[in-house]
């Protein structure tokens, strides 16, 4: 039995911190139907990035809703609506990522759709909360990154605020959804009552600052200063960050210097004796570091660092992962197929259950691909209506 | 205190540092009483592990971060008898989880086919670096080394950088809430047919399934992620995707369109690219829009491009964010009651009906809460 079997998603949402939640639901089993605009569909679909694209749609679709159901529904349409109430009358989760207040306007916020279903799970996910000046601002993920003081912790100290280059903030913000209707399903389990699930990008992107932060909530409110060399993390001692070498990156984590400069022949470290310089002095010891690592090559620092335990790793790209014995066991890549034949090689979810990789075969769906489906399925057209009752 | 919801539920964390101990940490803001098993002596090392040399008692600052809210219960598992109470506890417990290197549960006899046959519902999660097999599993599953083994450091930075790691313990934290995804979706597997589980994660896979996006375009195509010349943002973005300086600090823009840009800003100039070249042509577009947006305040542009419904905003640091009233609003801080003295934290970014979960309970002194958990779990009376 798949974890989430026989529980249904009406899923609302569009770009990535919500869909990225329902891809999560639908790789643990649940039957997720995106309900889409049926002109043009989920932006997402629109949204070109940069010059690859899959069936005309963006890479960045299809790898968010592989598995996925697409119903296509124009919520302003009162025939439509009603549909989709009926579809909500049989859901188990019910969620959304517009900006507060759209829901309302539409007559599906979570006052109504709880008369329609009381053990509905209703979850939504926006940028900045419900309250507050910026809660009508877009929630987009660079933008949150900005405000967050998220991108003051990566890069070196002279180098300019320097955003993740992935989207952490959807990502977190999805997980974090994830996390709540799954709380909320259990709940439901024990006691028969649904319930309101929210998450804010915002709120997420704190979340994960939260070693951090508390330190800075804690140490008088002193700004994080990153390292001058090689940066890997402003709160860490040398040696933490990546090398260039003779041929490529080493990475080394934390470690000992005395024993570090024992083992790479890097004698000017033997002068650090105490180990509480290794955080204040970290940019001396680290260029100290810098220049001598590039003195041979990637492989033969690894043997010698490796054979005592010391923590460090070579810096690879994607071409050398994919090559990498370690990387190809995990079996991380999955093909999934479109209803028209295209097949797309993305990755599975990362989550193993009773020894199983959870994999997938069914690719994103066409916009409304599975509009007539779900209406005889779950008995939306009026005449099957009619019938059922 | 109000009613959570995983109360009644017991979770036993065997583990240490972040990674599975921040999945403990979700799972104890929302409800469920998370107990820490712990060598005597030491603990987790996580304890005597400060940042900034902060510390909250015997305990770093670090430490009560990650682990307030939790007990403690000190059990040398080497020990027969202390194995013992410990197989009695699990007996009584919904999950466990552990982060320790693949074959160490084992060799202790608490492997899962161990447990399961001790308590069929047990959700048994365990956390690895690298998975279970393979060449690197023996190797330290430690953030950064994660990064670099994952191609992450090659999105980060301009295209003049080497690779730039991320300033977070992203591989722990992401793998830590997948962990809690497994967890919570068995248990309502469990509600069904009354079943444990399995639930695995490793550093490596979370990593990963972070960079979907990215992979699934590179398995496309072939072709290594380039990072932007001028103010990377994200290698599939185009022009003006990213942060700038401005006259007094720092703009950040994201996706918008080149023309309606080029008219918000009183820019004609920028009106002469289409939407082909902000791809193609991304790093002179946007080094002409770097020179443009230093000669005047954050505020100055910031007002014209929202006026169009831009997507832009300021870039702040922590202090000039908790000023803010957004922030305000959120509430996100709360206050934990340490045994030297109280500390502020954030809270559970997760509400329900609602509710913010906050707990002003520190993380525990080691084993401080051995008596009352025998009392209450192991021999109730």
């Known amino acids: 039995m798949q974890l989430l079997q026989e529980i249904l998603v009406v899923d609302f949402s569009q770009f990535l911190s919500g869909p990225s939640a329902s891809l999560r639901l639908a790789d643990m089993g649940a039957e997720v139907i995106k309900i889409e605009r049926p002109d043009g569909g989920d932006i997402c679909r629109q949204l070109y990035v940069s010059d690859v694209k899959i069936e005309g749609e963006s890479t960045i679709f299809h790898a968010i809703n592989r598995n996925k159901k697409s119903l296509a529904a124009d919520l302003k349409n009162p025939r439509d609506l009603e549909k989709i109430k009926e579809l909500i009358r049989q859901a188990d989760v019910v969620m959304h990522n517009f900006r507060p207040g759209v829901m309302e306007r539409i007559g599906l916020d979570y006052a109504t759709v709880r008369q329609l279903n009381p053990s509905v799970v209703y979850a939504e996910v926006n940028g900045y909360g419900e309250e507050g000046p910026w809660k009508d601002l877009p929630g987009q993920d660079l933008l949150l990154q900005a405000v967050s003081g998220l991108a003051w912790l990566s890069n070196d100290q002279q180098r300019p605020p320097t955003p993740m280059g992935v989207a952490v903030v959807d990502i977190m913000a999805g997980t974090h959804l994830t996390q709540g209707i799954l709380t909320a399903l259990y709940r439901r389990g024990v006691s028969g009552e649904g319930g309101l699930v929210q998450v804010s990008m915002f709120e997420s992107i704190l979340d994960f600052q939260f070693e951090v932060l508390t330190c800075h909530y804690n140490d008088g409110h002193e700004l994080p200063v990153r390292s001058a060399v090689n940066s890997g993390h402003a709160y860490i001692a040398a040696p933490y960050g990546i090398y260039r070498t003779a041929d490529g990156y080493l990475a080394l984590a934390m470690g000992n210097i005395l024993v570090l400069g024992e083992l790479l022949g890097c004698t000017p470290l033997a002068a650090f004796t105490d180990s509480r310089d290794w955080f204040s002095k970290r940019d001396t010891i680290k260029q100290l570091l810098a220049d001598h690592l590039q003195t041979g090559t990637t492989a033969a620092w690894l043997t010698i660092l490796e054979k005592a335990d010391i923590w460090c790793a070579p810096v690879i790209n994607y071409d050398e992962l994919v090559k990498q014995e370690g990387y190809k066991l995990l079996e991380m890549e999955i093909t999934v197929q479109t209803s028209n034949g295209l097949a797309i090689r993305t990755t599975r979810c990362p989550i193993r259950v009773d020894g199983m990789r959870l994999t997938a075969t069914q690719g994103a769906p066409m916009l409304g691909e599975h509009t007539d489906e779900i209406e005889h399925q779950y008995g939306l057209t009026p005449k099957l209506q009619s019938a059922v009752k | ?381």
């Not at chain 2, 809210?69 to 059990?75: Q, Y």
């Not at chain 2, 599993?137 to 003049?160: E, V």
């Open chain 2, 1 to 381: 205190m109000n009613a959570r919801p995983l109360d009644g539920l017991v979770v036993l964390e065997f583990s240490q540092y972040l990674s599975a101990p921040s999945a403990g940490l979700r799972l104890a803001d929302l409800g469920a009483r998370v107990i820490k098993i712990e060598r005597p002596g030491t603990g987790d090392a996580g304890r005597k592990l400060a940042i900034k040399n902060l510390w909250a008692d015997d305990n770093s600052l670090l430490f009560h971060t990650i682990n307030r809210n939790k007990e403690s219960f000190t059990a040398n598992l080497k020990d027969p008898e202390e194995l013992a109470l410990v197989q009695k506890l699990i007996q009584k417990a919904d999950v466990l989880i552990h982060n320790f290197r693949p074959g160490v549960m084992e060799k202790t006899g608490l492997g899962f086919d161990a447990l399961s046959a001790l308590n069929p519902r047990l959700i048994y999660a365990e956390i690895s670096g690298y998975g279970n097999a393979g060449p690197w599993k023996n190797k330290p599953g430690q953030d950064l080394l994660l990064q670099s083994l994952t191609g992450l450091t090659y999105t980060t930075g301009d295209a003049d950088q080497q690779p730039v790691p991320f300033g977070i313990a992203i591989a722990d934290i992401l793998c830590g809430a997948q962990l809690v995804q497994g967890i919570l979706a068995a248990l309502i597997r469990r509600q069904k047919n009354g079943q444990g589980a399995l639930i695995q994660a490793s550093l490596m896979e979370s990593l990963l399934d972070f960079q979907f996006e990215l992979l699934t375009t590179y398995y496309a195509d072939g072709r290594q992620p380039q990072r932007s010349a001028v103010n990377n943002g994200h290698t599939l973005l185009s022009a003006p995707y990213g942060l700038y300086r401005t006259a007094d600090g720092y703009l950040a823009l994201a996706m918008m369109d080149i023309q309606v840009m080029g008219e918000a800003l009183e820019h004609p100039s920028l009106l002469r690219f289409n939407g082909d070249q902000v791809f193609s042509e991304r790093d002179s577009i946007k080094q002409e829009i770097a020179t443009l947006l230093a000669t005047k305040p954050t505020a100055y542009w910031l007002q014209k491009l929202q006026a169009r419904g831009l997507w832009a905003m300021e870039v702040l640091n922590w202090q000039q964010m908790r000023e803010h009233d957004a922030y305000k609003a959120l509430q996100m801080e709360q206050t934990v009651h340490a045994l030297g003295k109280d500390f502020v934290t954030t809270r559970c970014p997760v509400r329900i009906d609602g509710q913010r979960f906050t707990s002003s309970r520190p993380a525990p002194q080691l084993g401080e809460h051995r008596e009352r958990i025998i009392e209450e779990l192991i021999n109730p009376s």
